[in-house]
């Protein structure tokens, strides 16, 4: 139990959407997201700079990092400057904007993500369900693209 109280309620789709700017930027992936009261802490691996291994594939060390609420606001004023810039958001700042889209749309706190390569889980608390208080959800390719196409249809009508 975290002695701090629940985490605030949250934008997930801007503070989602800065933090996989932020991956992409760093080039995480196997990205573990944790909500905190505090921000996020995230688990991932980073590659090891252009090193190889003696197949020839790149080389990823594990990173533990966490990312503070001012951190997420700082990227996410970053980030609202590429709007109306042509900016093509890459697979984490896409995914985790969806995903905090579908977070906010249930009603979702203190989520916690999985980058499973194909699919994303999620696990959030719902207030209000019946008996077990968490959803969980898999999100895949396929999910995402459907989240995309919503997304779409709710910006041309207003």
Do not use: C, W
Not at 29 to 37: A, I, K, R, T
Not at 118 to 128: I, K, P, T, Y
């Amino acid at each position: 139990m975290n002695a701090e109280g629940p985490a605030p309620r949250r934008d997930y789709e801007e503070a989602l959407r800065s933090l996989g700017l932020i991956f992409d930027e760093g080039n995480l992936s196997d990205v573990l997201v944790v909500e905190l009261s505090s921000g996020f802490g995230v688990t991932a691996l980073e590659p090891d700079g252009d090193a190889l291994d003696a197949s020839s594939q790149r080389r990823y060390r594990p990173i533990e990092t966490h990312f503070s609420d001012e951190a997420i606001a700082k990227a996410s004023s970053a980030g609202s400057g590429h709007r109306g810039t042509r900016h093509r958001a890459d697979r984490n700042e896409e995914a985790f904007r969806l995903i905090g889209r579908y977070i906010n749309g249930a009603g979702g706190s203190s989520v916690l993500l999985v980058d499973q390569g194909d699919a994303f889980l999620v696990r959030m608390l719902v207030e209000g369900e019946d008996d077990m208080p968490h959803r969980f959800v898999t999100l895949s390719s396929h999910d995402l693209d459907g989240l995309r196409q919503l997304a779409q249809k709710a910006r041309n009508r207003t």
